[in-house]
């Protein structure tokens, strides 16, 4: 049986702290699916389709990272590409609050799939999305939030 795990996120846009977890968790797995999800409650800056692109391109190099859009539960997502584990990166103590929940929730719904936490590296652990977004709305220098490849596309689309 491969060792799949699911990354999933809506990734807008794909941070350098994103990057560092998903190259940090290669060791563990033969195989990390990058799901690019759609939460009906967000409003995205960039489409989902632009958003695997940028991180297509950015793991472009390693056969072993793929990258998918779905819509709907992640639990699902992760059965139905028959991932075993689901991938998440902690910044802080809310965000394991958070996260412990869903984990536990995915966990009642279908024992068979673990939610691995890696801590984020202290150099990245004030980057959030959000945060990315309103600087490049603003006009900002996003250059060292996000890889340089994102940085140089979302740059040219936000100026649209």
């Known amino acids: 049986m491969e060792n799949i795990a699911l990354f999933p996120g809506s990734f807008d ?5 994103h990057e560092a977890i ?3 968790a290669l060791p563990l797995f033969n195989k990390i699916i990058i799901g690019v999800g759609t939460n009906s409650t967000k ?5 989902a389709r632009q958003r695997a ?3 297509q391109q950015l793991f472009s190099d390693n ?8 819509e709907g539960l992640t ?3 992760c059965r139905n590409q028959k991932a075993r584990w689901i991938l998440r990166g902690l910044r802080s103590m809310a965000d394991f609050e958070f996260e412990r929940t869903v984990a536990q929730s995915n966990k009642s719904m279908y024992g068979d799939i673990e939610t691995l936490f890696l801590l ?3 150099e990245y652990t004030f980057i959030h999305s959000s945060v990315v977004r309103e600087i490049i709305i603003n006009g900002g ?5 996000v890889p340089p490849s994102i940085s140089k596309e979302a740059k040219k689309l936000a100026a649209q």
Do not use: A, E, H
Request: with cysteine; charged share 20%; hydrophobic share 40%.
């Open 53 to 55: 692109q940028w991180i």
């Open 22 to 24: 998903v190259r940090r």
């Open 120 to 122: 984020t590296d202290p």
């Open 63 to 70: 056969p072993r990272i793929s990258v998918l859009c779905y």
């Open 75 to 77: 639990i699902d997502f």
């Open 43 to 47: 409003k995205y800056l960039f489409n």
């Open 141 to 145: 220098d996003i250059s060292s939030f």
């Open 13 to 17: 846009p794909f941070t350098l702290g």
